[in-house]
């Protein structure tokens, strides 16, 4: 009776510290999506006000993108998607420039539907707009080259990331690459920002993160010439590591079985 009762108290502290958990985790997806909802949909309103940045970090995307393209086994250039893309300003001046097609991923629709305009002159080369959350985006199995991710894992949760990371390796095709474009804090901790309710970590815990959903990373790259009051950037590219690889090689064996 007493070790019942006792379960019975440990089972329902666990029950409450799951609920508190997932009412945390909702908070703090939902206080983004509001803190978006009155961001203008302009360059400006993307970069926080550093609207006068982007060419800057354009270049220093397209450099690095350049590089991918000279690995011994580069990515091909039939397929980007654009995650969190706000108002398709990466697609628009870096994706579809260098692929042939492009997806984007994007939660805000007042953000898609300004990209969907800004793109029209393009509009053969663009596949899907995805009005998702990346907590709840799954990359079609190996359609992509490149998954571009910027200035938006801030707002997923650690284990969110790590699954998404998972099925962003399910996402790309043979050489492909995911790349990863984020601030990293000049500190040692985890810094949250209560007004677009975000976090932005530091470069140990991204290359935690990256190990734990057990990702490669092949090439980095500090953005160069970014004003000194922001966080410094950094890029990632990232590829399944040996033992994913086999992993998601069986996964494929098992599923062309059943
Ligand atoms: C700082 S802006 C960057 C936009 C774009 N990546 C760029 O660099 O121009 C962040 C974007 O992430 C989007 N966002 C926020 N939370 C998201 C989530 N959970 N899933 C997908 N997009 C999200 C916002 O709506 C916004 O468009």
Redo the contacts with the bound molecule.
Sequence with gaps: MLTEEIMTQEIDKGDAEKCHEDCNAKLF?SD??K??EN?PAT?N????GFGFI?HI?IDGSEAFLKTLFTLENPPDKNYAV?????????TKNLLVKHFKHVDL????SK?LNTAKKSLSSCSTRIGEYYP??????CAAPRKYDVI?????LG??RDD?LVDFFTKCMNGLKENGVLVV?ENVTRSDYVEFDTE?S?ITRPYDNFKSLFKKAHLECIREQKQLRMPGILYPVFMFALRPSKTLLAHLALQTTDTSSI
């Design positions: 997806y983004a999506a803190y978006w961001v360059v309103g993307m970069l926080g982007s970090d654009d995650c969190g893309s706000g108002i398709g300003r990466i991923v994007e939660q805000n953000f998702l959350g990346l907590q709840d985006f571009w991710c910027q200035w938006v707002h997923l969110d474009k677009d975000s």
